[in-house]
Every structure is written in structure tokens, then in C-alpha cells.
């Protein structure tokens, strides 16, 4: 019932910065959980970092202290600052949103991470 779109993924540096957005097409997204996830290849798909309607978050290991999530409600949308970025942070990031037990998936953006 909720389209989500991605957008921000490029090419970078390493050590540079992105910031991803993800914005959804319901209008009451803000009750939705929300998350990211990547998958690099040849590799599952991984969770990142995701976020509740109330604003907690959590990461996976791999982003802790260079990642930040957050939700802009009145905009539907949810962010991935990403920063530090090295190599092993290539993939494609995916937007993921929850509710009522169904899980909507994003189209995914690419991050390349390369000098």
C-alpha cells in the first residue's frame, strides 16, 4: 500500500559522505517502522539501521558511529547520514517499511565507495 523511493546513493570518495532519503507515499508513514538495509554483492541482503514511529533507533555494528538515521514525519521520510564511508560500505541500500506486519520494500539506490 506504501511505495517507497530512494534517493542520494552516488559515487564517493572514501572517507567522504552521503546522506540518503527515502521518501514514502503514505501520508501516515510516521506510524510506519522504518529501516535501511544494503546488500553488497555476492552477499545477503543486511540491516543497516532502522528506526520506530517514536524515533528509537538501532544499527548493526557496521555503521555504529558513522551512521545516523532519522524520520522527518511531516515529509514522510526517512534518512541515512552516512559518513566515514570506506570500500566494504558498497552495495545497494535499501529503504524498508513495516506496518501491521507487511514489509515494503524500496527499488534500492547504489553507493559506490572508490578513490
Known amino acids: 500500500q506504501v511505495q517507497l523511493v530512494e534517493s542520494g546513493g552516488g559515487l564517493v570518495q572514501p572517507g567522504g559522505s552521503l546522506r540518503l532519503v527515502c521518501e514514502a507515499s503514505?501520508?501516515?508513514?510516521?506510524?510506519?517502522?522504518a529501516g535501511w538495509y544494503r546488500q553488497a554483492p555476492g552477499n545477503q541482503r543486511e540491516l543497516v539501521a532502522d528506526?520506530?514511529?517514536?524515533?528509537?533507533?538501532n544499527y548493526a555494528d557496521s555503521g555504529k558511529g558513522r551512521f545516523a538515521i532519522s524520520r522527518d514525519n511531516a515529509k514522510n521520510s526517512v534518512y541515512l547520514q552516512m559518513n566515514s564511508l570506506n570500500p566494504e560500505d558498497t552495495a545497494v541500500y535499501y529503504c524498508?517499511?513495516?506496518?501491521?506486519?507487511?514489509?515494503?520494500w524500496g527499488q534500492g539506490t547504489q553507493v559506490t565507495v572508490s578513490s
Open positions: 503514505d501520508p501516515v508513514f510516521r506510524y510506519y517502522i
Open positions: 524498508r517499511a513495516k506496518r501491521g506486519g507487511v514489509i515494503y
Open positions: 528506526i520506530t514511529s517514536e524515533g528509537s533507533s
